[in-house]
């Protein structure tokens, strides 16, 4: 498999995009052990739950994270991480990126738009058809429009991240299936990966597109 140098991943609130962030580095660096991997934390909406959180663990595994030094903290809009523009121009690394929820999150990453157009990057919605502000297509297609104004790039792809926590059946992600097909015709954007977690893969096998996660941080992988 041929991987972006540089990979996004926004989306509404609750997605859960960190954990999948986080998983999305290891992945990078079992594939490719002699690469720098390099996961930027631009979360500034949401203090709670950010891929900081794993950043000792992700160091072990020799992943470098970008994040604010208040990551972690109760300051509830963190300074923008020193050190982004590595992930720019820096092309013989992978950089992937965790933005926050919905269009004040893209903000963040608004500010680096000139950089990011024009290079190898895959700029990922992920969505999750079991919140509350996500479960019909449209609610989605709006908060794609949103997201994309705020950060002046557009998305390249879609990542079904549809689930109920720990208590997610096969059946949840089979189900999201003609969700998520809808979403792909209303944006126009193939759904690159439908994610799960590692115990129900065997279930699963036959879904294009498979990527399976392991939990990272907090307990619940849905919370963002």
Known sequence: MTHSHLTIFAGHYGSGKTNLAINYAVMLKQAHPDCRVILADLDV??????????????NRMGIEVIASEYAGSNLEAPSIPSGVLTLFNDESCF?????????????????????????????????????????????????????????????????????LGRQTTPDDIISSGPYINELSKLCNLPVVYTVVMRALTSNLSNIPGLFAIDIYGKKEWEID
């Open 95 to 163: 950089g992937v990126i965790d933005v926050g929820g919905d269009d004040r999150g893209a903000y963040a990453i608004g500010r680096y738009s000139d950089y990011i157009r024009g290079k190898n990057a895959n700029i990922l919605l992920v969505c999750n058809k079991y919140r509350p502000l996500s479960r019909e297509p449209r609610q989605v297609l709006l908060i794609k429009d949103e997201i994309e104004n705020a950060a002046h790039i557009c998305f390249t792809g879609i990542v079904n991240n549809s689930n």
């Open 45 to 58: 909406v949401n203090p709670y739950f950010r891929s900081a959180d794993s950043e000792d663990i992700l």
